[in-house]
């Protein structure tokens, strides 16, 4: 079983829904990651939270809205979306390090109509 | 523009016999690398890593080879089981930061 745990796996939303996915971790990890994979390419970075701040976020669009409630939670809210946005959405999370692996929960399967 | 490659999509072994993927990047910022396993409807897991100060580290049947020369890679799998079938990803970061940029996989097939 993986230490990171993604709800809901499934996701079928309209372009006019909002929809929130959810990520959660119970390792102490204080780095909380959020990956976009599309089929067949590596997943893409997103967003990276440090000690509940945002540290990086990789020019993604406004549509799409990380927040990290706790060390232990992980939100990304979803409004406005379009049907390429459909993808695998990965949580992942790391001590604080930079050079500590990342543990990755099972995924969010989006699809957008 | 990709900085971490993995040139070969796929790969067939047979059972026994010893695995070896690769990968090149180009960002010689890049100073540790990791190596996943994902299987479908699954994500990635974490298999070995190893940091730009050496040059090999071991785990079990599990061996990453790291050329900072050449920029490149390798894992290696000894012996390779039917169990190993799934599409491996290796990534690479800048310790300075949390970015962490993966390959765009290789999917081993281990033949009974």
Known sequence: ?113 | DQQVKQNSPSLSVQEGRISILNCDYTNSMFDYFLWYKKYPAEGPTFLISISSIKDKNEDGRFTVFLNKSAKHLSLHIVPSQPGDSAVYFCAASDSGTYKYIFGTGTRLKVLA
């Open chain 1, 1 to 113: 079983d993986t230490e990171v745990t993604q709800t809901p796996k499934h996701l079928v939303m309209g372009m006019t829904n909002k929809k929130s996915l959810k990520c959660e971790q119970h390792m102490g990890h204080r780095a909380m990651y959020w990956y976009k994979q599309k089929a067949k390419k590596p997943p893409e970075l997103m967003f990276v939270y440090s000690y509940e701040k945002l540290s990086i976020n990789e020019s993604v669009p406004s549509r799409f809205s990380p927040e990290c409630p706790n060390s232990s939670l992980l939100n990304l809210h979803l409004h406005a979306l379009q049907p390429e946005d459909s993808a695998l959405y990965l949580c992942a999370s790391s001590q604080d390090s930079s050079v500590s692996p990342l543990h990755f929960g099972n995924g969010t399967r989006l699809t957008v109509t």
